[in-house]
């Protein structure tokens, strides 16, 4: 990753919380982590954004889970760089394989 991005994703995960005020708004907090329904701000609680660093991880990295069988539709496969999967893990801070 280059350094510009490596600083982008780094800044975002010091603001994790208010990034997912302003961007996921129909989510909530439950304790270290934003509940929301998925990438595109809708109402649930299928994605989770890691609020603060811990051992597990940085802050800033989502979770988003996906019941085995679900169809996902071509917009979501683009936002998420992958194909479906019963538990995707996506990390700003990570290269990922666009396919």
């Given at each position: 990753?280059?350094?510009?991005?490596?600083?982008?994703?780094?800044?975002?995960?010091?603001?994790?919380?208010?990034?997912?005020?302003?961007?996921?708004?129909?989510?909530?907090?439950a304790?270290?982590?934003?509940?929301?329904?998925?990438?595109?701000?809708?109402?649930?609680?299928?994605?989770?954004?890691?609020?603060?660093?811990?051992?597990?991880?940085?802050?800033?990295?989502?979770?988003?889970?996906?019941?085995?069988g679900?169809?996902?539709?071509?917009?979501?496969?683009?936002?998420?760089?992958?194909?479906?999967?019963?538990?995707?893990?996506?990390?700003?801070?990570?290269?990922?394989?666009?396919?």
């Open positions: 990753m280059t350094g510009l991005a490596s600083e982008l994703a780094r800044r975002l995960g010091e603001h994790a919380e208010a990034v997912c005020r302003e961007y996921l708004s129909n989510g909530y907090r304790g270290n982590h934003w509940i929301v329904g998925d990438v595109r701000n809708t109402r649930g609680r299928s994605m989770q954004v890691r609020l603060r660093a811990n051992a597990k991880g940085p802050a800033g990295k989502w979770v988003e889970y996906v019941a085995p679900v169809m996902l539709r071509p917009c979501d496969l683009a936002l998420s760089h992958r194909g479906s999967t019963a538990s995707r893990q996506h990390n700003v801070g990570a290269p990922r394989e666009v396919s």
